[in-house]
């Protein structure tokens, strides 16, 4: 499962796509790679909306997609071992003037809030545990963890910022 989810995330599979995407983007059915990489996570993480356990081959198959979909966002720091090490580097070239590290972390950060909303409702332990662990994973990966204290930190003179009211 862990191979066929690196084959299907490779950075050289998905720059393919973007390219081909964008030398034909005036036909109607176009399957663009954000597309694909939603596709491919609403099936990796259909237990987050239907708030079922998740089993040990799942569990493994959602840490294998965010290995992967980390990889793509940052070539330059891949998880892993070596193997992931050498498929980060060759996938780095692919990525680099593309969209495609854009897509990802957009991803990412959905499927990080799709979490943290999951999280409260889960009763299933190892469900939770999980969930809690690749949770930190992506916040340590976007940071996304902290957000700031006001929207408006700065005042200009008669405006006052949300906080302040």
Do not use: C
Not at 130 to 155: D, M, S, W
């Amino acid at each position: 499962m862990e191979g066929v989810m690196t084959a299907l995330l490779g950075g050289d599979r998905i720059s393919r796509m973007d390219f081909i995407a964008d030398r034909y983007e005036d036909m109607e059915y176009l399957y663009r790679p954000e597309e694909f990489i939603d596709d491919i996570s609403g099936l990796v993480w259909k237990e987050l909306d239907l708030n079922y356990s998740i089993n040990s081959y799942r569990r493994s198959l959602q840490k294998a997609y965010i290995t992967n979909m980390l990889t793509l966002y940052r070539p330059s720091e891949p998880k892993g071992g070596f193997v992931e090490f050498l498929l980060a580097k060759m996938s780095e070239g692919y990525t680099l003037n593309t969209d495609i590290r854009a897509i990802a972390l957009s991803n990412l950060i959905t499927l990080q809030n799709k979490i943290k909303r999951s999280i409260p409702i889960t009763n299933d332990r190892m469900t939770k545990a999980h969930l809690q662990y690749v949770l930190r994973e992506l916040e340590e990966a976007t940071g996304e963890n902290e957000y700031p204290e006001k929207v408006f930190p700065l005042q200009m003179e008669g405006i006052k910022a949300f906080d302040d009211e």
